[in-house]
């Protein structure tokens, strides 16, 4: 039974109500571990019973709420599971992330970043700015398309090839400078690059002008959950100091890694 109180659907300024509605909906589910019937919820938030239907069915679609055809009771969902858990991962990968971020931002003199894979797109989640007057920036909540990104490519170099295969398939390829991968078989050329050199390049592949040296972050499951970056102008990335960053990147990741109970790999 859930524990939340009745309410009275009053919209509120600035608000959608129908989005209002669904994560009341959701909320109440979230209060009641065993679930709750059609009637039940739809009194504790004020709906219809239509109306509550209609969310509801609306939620199952994206996957937040299931509905158990035995019982007729509805529950939460897988979806509200994995964006729970997405909120509880930065959470515990931000704060530990930045002492090497501030060291790696020292040692190379340009912006570090901690980035993770969310919708198939790489998202900065944090980020120490370098003192440099020309920097490069991408403020956390940035995305950027996953395979023009040193840190989504370098997250993506760990899949089995037939999962890169499908995310080409589904996402396909966006040509944001000529230097963006134009086919499967380039992504594939450069990700075997990665998985030999055990870091990734984006090459002036998302701005003009601008590099990217990222390495991957591993969870203690030995999973790839984050990677680590370094972001500058291209004139100061050049290829000659690549190594030397990758290096510095590649030590900074590994370190994040042990300090959340991860194994580099």
Not at 46 to 63: M, N
Not at 137 to 165: C, R
Request: glycine share 8%.
């Amino acid at each position: 039974m859930p524990k939340t109180a009745p309410t009275i659907d009053t919209p509120r300024s600035g608000t959608v109500q129908a989005v209002d509605r669904a994560l009341r909906l959701l909320e109440v589910l979230a209060d009641g571990p065993g679930g709750a019937g059609l009637s039940e919820l739809a009194g504790h938030v004020g709906l219809a019973p239509s109306t509550a239907h209609r969310l509801l069915t609306t939620l199952q679609q994206r996957g937040f709420v299931q509905h158990d055809t035995r019982s007729g009771r509805w529950l939460v969902g897988h979806r509200a599971f994995s964006v729970g858990e997405a909120f509880s991962l930065r959470r515990n990968l931000v704060a530990p992330a930045y002492p090497f971020l501030r060291q790696l931002r020292d040692r190379t003199r340009e912006t570090a970043n901690l980035g993770v894979i969310e919708a198939e797109e790489a998202v900065t989640i944090a980020q120490v700015e370098s003192r440099e007057i020309m920097r490069a920036i991408a403020p956390p909540g940035g995305s950027v398309p996953v395979l023009n990104s040193g840190m989504g490519k370098a997250i993506v170099a760990t899949w089995p090839d037939a999962a890169i295969a499908r995310l080409v398939e589904r996402q396909g390829l966006r040509p944001m400078t000529s230097k963006s991968l134009g086919s499967r078989e380039a992504v594939m050329r450069e990700i075997q690059r990665i998985r030999s050199q055990g870091f990734a390049v984006d090459n002036e592949e998302y701005v003009v002008g601008m590099r990217c040296v990222a390495a991957v972050v591993w969870s203690a499951t030995a999973e790839p959950i984050a990677a680590i970056s370094v972001s500058g102008l291209a004139a100061r990335l050049t290829a000659d100091a690549t190594d030397d960053i990758a290096k510095e990147v590649r030590s900074a990741a590994d370190q994040l890694t042990r300090a959340i109970g991860g194994t580099p790999q």
